[in-house]
């Protein structure tokens, strides 16, 4: 019976340690969390931006689409030589999620573009980013038009 509150002592110098890298792991996922949904942010805002895409998008970024998958380069490619047009859409994000997974994060949304004329279309997309050499970047991305009614 003596040895009881030894043990006790014990149990919680183990456990302590414990809650502390648990809470860490917390704080350290928030932040990950936190940096990656800037990161799809900006490239909302600059989806039209090769040379802003430069350095969203990974060196081995596939983009998949319903013709076929499109490699960073084709994508910066693309859009070098058919540059944007001034078309005054608003887009924004509706129920985007982030999920970290060590280095890789998954973040899924809907985009919300709205035309000059008030028409809007809505887009439900899957990004995956990687995190490497100190920074994330985008490696996946897939998306479809959204539509609100359900089978």
């Given at each position: 019976?003596?040895?009881r509150?030894?043990?006790c002592v014990?149990?919680?110098l183990?456990?302590?340690?414990?809650?502390?890298?648990?809470?860490d792991?917390k704080?350290?996922?928030s932040?990950q969390?936190?940096a990656v949904?800037e990161?799809?942010?900006?490239?909302?805002?600059?989806?039209?931006n090769?040379?802003?895409?430069e350095?969203?998008l990974a060196?081995?970024?596939i983009?998949?689409?319903?013709?076929?998958?499109?490699?960073?380069?084709?994508q910066?490619?693309?859009l070098?030589?058919?540059?944007?047009?001034?078309h005054?859409?608003?887009?924004?994000?509706e129920?985007?999620?982030?999920?970290?997974?060590?280095?890789a994060?998954?973040?899924?949304?809907?985009v919300?573009?709205?035309?000059?004329?008030?028409?809007?279309?809505?887009?439900?997309f899957?990004?995956?980013?990687?995190?490497?050499?100190?920074?994330?970047?985008a490696?996946n991305?897939?998306?479809?038009?959204?539509?609100?009614?359900?089978?």
């Amino acid at each position: 019976m003596r040895f009881r509150p030894l043990i006790c002592v014990a149990v919680v110098l183990v456990a302590l340690p414990l809650t502390v890298i648990s809470a860490d792991h917390k704080n350290n996922q928030s932040e990950q969390q936190q940096a990656v949904l800037e990161l799809e942010q900006r490239w909302l805002q600059a989806e039209d931006n090769p040379d802003a895409l430069e350095s969203i998008l990974a060196g081995d970024f596939i983009h998949v689409l319903p013709f076929g998958f499109i490699t960073k380069a084709d994508q910066i490619q693309y859009l070098r030589s058919h540059p944007a047009s001034d078309h005054r859409t608003s887009k924004h994000f509706e129920e985007l999620r982030a999920r970290i997974f060590g280095t890789a994060a998954v973040v899924t949304g809907i985009v919300v573009a709205t035309s000059a004329d008030g028409k809007t279309q809505k887009t439900i997309f899957t990004d995956v980013f990687a995190y490497r050499n100190g920074r994330w970047q985008a490696v996946n991305a897939q998306e479809l038009p959204f539509s609100e009614a359900r089978p």
